[in-house]
């Protein structure tokens, strides 16, 4: 992943200095003012084979659906997506010292393997308790693969 999204920073890259500016506001002190709604992130990502079987050994969820089997595309864990997205939730959006309280998840249509996944998290309101929407979307087809809601908030030993 060489780019992500930021409606403050568009298409900054990884070894740019503002991405570690945002990491450092992230990683050192959280503040409600170092975020404000509509805050977005997003990255790009194809998943393999070998990722869903490494999945599929860390959780022992070694479902047929997820294996290439003879004219049958794998398709992608419900969890695995949901991991992508926590991924964005702790590191950069809101970052680091943020808790899941609730969740809210659809999953309207399936993800196969090898296809271009977009995952965005976006921030809906700040206060005590912060609200990101998600989606995880397939460009070239045009849909939805997992879509939800999550609520969170500052671990106090943070």
Request: aromatic share 8%.
């Amino acid at each position: 992943m060489n780019k992500m999204l930021s409606n403050r920073f568009p298409y900054i890259a990884v070894n740019n200095k503002n991405y570690q500016k945002i990491c450092k506001i992230h990683t050192t002190s959280f503040s409600r003012a170092s975020f404000k709604a509509g805050d977005k992130i997003r990255i790009q990502k194809t998943l393999t084979q070998k990722d869903l079987d490494t999945f599929s050994n860390l959780t022992s969820d070694h479902n047929y659906l997820h294996k290439n089997s003879g004219n049958k595309r794998p398709i992608v864990h419900g969890a695995f997506l949901n991991g992508l997205v926590a991924g964005l939730i702790g590191t950069h959006l809101p970052g680091p010292g943020t808790v899941l309280v609730s969740q809210t998840m659809k999953f309207p249509n399936k993800c196969f393997v090898g296809e271009k996944l977009t995952i965005s998290v976006e921030l809906v309101d700040v206060r005590k308790i912060l609200k990101v929407k998600f989606f995880c979307i397939v460009e070239e087809e045009k849909k939805v693969v997992f879509e939800g809601e999550a609520k969170l908030m500052l671990a106090k030993d943070c």
